[in-house]
């Protein structure tokens, strides 16, 4: 089976967040379910500036392989020799609908080039939307597509592409397309409701958000076309790499540790606390923050709550970058609770992996979440998630029960201030009895969110689509 895999990033060549993770790890453990994979994405500055090694196929293809995987660059100094993959600080390039428009038309003649005839091709996100519409209207009677069959994933639907609608001719599409039937978007165009409705199967990325984004509070306006293909649609846990994401063989910690020693999880805590210049006592739970600082990671209820949560004896350490309202929110936390909160306004890998190494709890709040890697490598770390009733998190983290000593988290169902706080009691609470606490660390430990159950899942899939 020939699965070619077309993204707008992919880790470790170039990365804004988590679809890069997916397109880097997805295919590896795709490989080793004998499934012959290949990666198709963007050539940015990023890569270039990255020295690895490739060679040119053609003026504006170039090709590199990564651990045994064909990756192949699409390149165009006018579209992709930029600082950003998508943007600057100050917000997109205008010129988005081009950019991937070329990219997307440049996927399927590369194709045809290296005469690569693929049993699916694996669109994700969309910037990879307009794949499905062109193979359908223009390649429809080629022979090499002709057994050809479209996958489109959907790794956050807040993101939907949306473009002015007199914009359209750019995409080259018939026009027909530019109607409700089509790409238009409420006055506007989507490429993404362009990979809803011309893709074979769709899939994202937790069996939970596959039901939310059929509804109108997570659907963001696709919540029709969604149910319209919702006969062709599943939800796929993602993974983690459990190799990278490994407390025994991380070198990015000072101690590594094990389920089996858990000494090094306390050292980790005393690091992290002199690091972040907060007063070191392995009696005060310590909750990490690592992500995205924008309105979906819940930093709203967190600034509505934390006059009360600074009642308790905790410390909460923050590492992301975001909107600046959400960094200057956190800046003023610090100044005010110095003794008790700290923040990283950066993204650095060390520090993430320390905070996940060295927290006891992780505050994920999250008002949605597709998926969420946080809780999952979190758990890898014996760091136990307090976290938001939504998305992938409903499938992941279980409420833990003092009663029977079951579950793996906290988790808060009404998303409002008062529900997010007695969580947080109950977290604190737990932590104070160390021998439970203890006992649910090193449980969690045990866990396997490794990519190869997913990889076995859409390798089903692919096989159920072309048979």
């Not at 590199?64 to 165009?76: E, P, R, T």
């Not at 599409?173 to 978007?185: A, F, K, M, Q, T």
């Not at 007063?279 to 739970?285: F, K, L």
Request: charged share 25%.
């Amino acid at each position: 089976m020939k699965v070619v895999f077309c993204c707008s990033e992919m880790a470790p060549f170039a990365k804004t967040g988590g679809l890069a993770d997916v397109c880097g790890a997805l295919p590896l453990a795709l490989m080793k379910e004998e499934v012959d994979v290949c990666v198709v994405m963007p050539f940015y500055r990023e890569v270039q500036q990255r020295n690895i090694p490739f060679k040119m196929l053609d003026h504006d293809v170039a090709v590199a392989n990564y651990q045994g995987l064909d990756v192949f660059f699409i390149k165009n100094e006018v579209f992709f020799n930029r600082d950003g993959l998508y943007g600057t600080p100050h917000g997109d390039y205008g010129d988005n609908l081009e950019r991937f428009a070329f990219f997307n038309k440049r996927v399927l003649q590369l194709l045809k080039d290296i005469r690569l005839a693929p049993d699916i091709i694996h669109c994700h996100d969309w910037q990879t939307a307009l794949i499905p519409a062109y193979l359908k209207f223009y390649y429809q009677g080629d022979s090499l597509f002709e057994k050809t069959k479209t996958f489109f994933t959907i790794h956050n639907l807040a993101y939907q592409g949306i473009f002015p609608r007199d914009k359209f001719f750019v995409l080259g599409l018939p026009h027909e397309l530019n109607s409700i039937n089509g790409v238009e978007y409420y006055g506007q165009l989507s490429l993404l409701k362009g990979g809803l409705l011309f893709s074979d199967y769709i899939t994202t990325v937790s069996p939970q958000y596959a039901k939310e984004i059929q509804h109108r509070e997570s659907g963001r306006g696709m919540e029709g076309v969604i149910r319209f293909r919702s006969d062709r649609l599943s939800g796929i846990l993602n993974g983690i790499d459990a190799e990278y994401w490994n407390p025994e063989k991380d070198t990015l910690i000072a101690h590594p540790y094990s389920m089996n020693d858990m000494s090094g999880k306390a050292k980790n805590k005393v690091i992290l606390q002199k690091e972040s210049g907060l007063p070191v006592c392995e009696y005060i739970p310590v909750f990490g923050f690592v992500g995205r600082l924008s309105e979906q990671k819940g930093i709203d209820v967190i600034a509505q709550g934390i006059e009360e949560m600074m009642q308790y004896p905790v410390q909460l350490i923050f590492q992301g970058v975001g909107e600046q309202r959400f960094e200057d929110l956190l800046r003023s936390f610090q100044r005010r609770f110095p003794e008790k909160i700290a923040v990283h306004i950066q993204f650095d890998e060390t520090m993430a992996h320390r905070i996940y190494a060295g927290s006891d709890l992780l505050l994920m709040p999250s008002v949605y979440e597709p998926c969420g890697l946080s809780q999952l490598i979190a758990f890898r770390y014996g760091t136990i998630p307090l976290v938001h009733h939504t998305g992938g998190l409903v499938d992941t983290v279980m409420p833990f029960k003092l009663t029977n000593n079951q579950g793996d988290g906290f988790v808060f169902t009404r998303f409002d201030k008062e529900s997010l706080l007695k969580t947080f009691e109950t977290a604190v609470k737990v932590f104070e009895d160390r021998d439970l606490f203890l006992d649910l660390s090193t449980r969690v430990m045990r866990y396997d969110f490794s990519w190869m159950t997913s990889a076995v899942e859409y390798r089903k899939l692919y096989q159920a689509c072309i048979s």
